[in-house]
């Protein structure tokens, strides 16, 4: 299973036909609690199935949507090695899943659309970051939200200095110490290096080399520059890191001192409090914005008036909220809109249909609790005109 990106999704909703399924469940690292996995995999395919058949899909179809979803429930080493959540997308041609840092609810929906909200705190700029602890020892690549991260695999990246130059760097004595603020370095601190002997140089190369093959590995991974990454690591390999990487998100301060003597969870803590500012501006912004707008008519929190302007392209941010849903169905001719008090044969989630298309038009989506939206409507949207 891959690292879902922004781009990744979008082609995935992009490329999607008509039926298409939707699972979300919550999921367990490690314990007896791995074995619920699979009762709730089965449970919801039940669901995916019923609402198929009630759409007049043709048994084969609906088989080779939810052949490779059956699969999944024998799979004893799959349910074993799991996040805290999973995100399945199949459909007669295609089938996707993910692991997700954060917990889902359980949801099994069929459309004509994958269905996204599940997965807006991964995507917006109020969910996902990365860490990068960094050391001569090792290279470790973080995944991580408010409250959970994870290692992912940085593949064929060097995983520590000697690996990268093919000798062992314990044994050199090779000392370092950070200068002061150079002239037009925009108050980034200049790394100054003292070694024995005429090596230096070329140490100072080797370390380089082993610092831009970790900023490949990392940029593999790193596709989205709405994402920022915080480095940990001592001084003089910070500076050195962020001089030569060429990650669009490289967030601005780092986590200093040596990451090898930190958890996990202590480097997220930390790292949470360097990107919490930057996740909450523009959402702030945007929220105090609302109100200004709406008396312009260029904000609304009417659903069907919201719904309606993204699908035509005219939302450039939207406020939903998590696990709400609101079905009903959107006639494309008439342009009237059907509430329905549950999900039905030809309806959907009119909230995931708004985040689905502000989403595909470029304009961007908070999923936010109940409470924090903007205006007093089941949604809010801000109107590029």
């Known amino acids: 299973m891959s690292l879902l990106s922004r781009d990744e999704l979008r082609s995935i909703v992009q490329e999607a036909q008509p039926p298409s399924v939707s699972i979300y469940l919550p ?20 669901q995916a199935e019923s609402r198929l058949v009630a759409r007049g899909t043709p048994a084969e179809s609906i088989e080779r949507a939810l052949g490779p979803v059956r699969a999944l429930l024998k799979n004893t080493p799959f349910w074993q090695h799991q996040d805290h959540g999973l995100a399945i997308f199949a459909g007669a041609d295609s089938f996707h899943l993910y692991r997700l840092p954060l917990a889902v609810e359980e949801l099994a929906v069929v459309g004509d659309r994958i269905h996204l909200t599940p997965l807006l705190p991964l995507l917006t700029r109020n969910g996902r970051f990365f860490v990068l602890a960094l050391s001569q020892k090792q290279a470790r690549l973080y995944e991580a939200t408010r409250n959970e991260i994870r290692e992912l695999d940085l593949g064929d990246t060097p995983e520590s200095l000697a690996e990268a130059v093919g000798h062992d760097w314990e044994q050199k004595s090779l000392q370092y110490r950070t200068g002061q603020t150079s002239p037009g370095s925009g108050g980034r601190r200049r790394a100054i290096y003292h070694g024995h002997g005429s090596g230096e140089e070329a140490d100072k190369n080797e370390i380089a080399r082993f610092l831009q093959q970790v900023d490949v590995g990392v940029r593999k991974l790193l596709k989205d520059p709405q994402e920022p990454l915080v480095v940990a690591s001592v001084d003089y390999l910070l500076d050195m890191y962020r001089d030569l990487s060429k990650v669009p998100g490289l967030a601005d301060e780092g986590i200093l001192g040596n990451p090898d003597h930190s958890s996990p969870e202590e480097l997220r803590a930390k790292a949470w ?23 312009k008519g260029l904000a609304t929190d009417d659903l069907e008036a919201g719904v309606l302007a993204a699908v035509d392209g005219r939302v450039e941010t939207l406020f939903v909220p998590l696990e709400t849903h609101r079905w009903g169905r959107l006639d494309s001719t008439t342009r009237v809109i059907d509430i329905a008090p549950e999900p039905g044969d030809e309806s959907e989630d009119l909230l995931d249909r708004a985040a689905v298309e502000t989403f595909l038009h470029g304009g961007t989506v908070y999923a936010v609790d109940e409470g924090g939206l903007p205006g007093t409507g089941v949604l809010a949207a801000l109107l590029r005109y």
């Open 273 to 295: 409090q360097i990107v919490k500012p930057l996740f909450l501006a523009s959402q702030s912004e945007s929220a105090e914005r609302f109100a200004v707008l709406a008396t």
């Open 27 to 46: 999921t367990h690292r490690a314990g007896a609690e791995t074995q619920q996995g699979p009762i709730r995999l089965k449970n919801l395919l039940r």
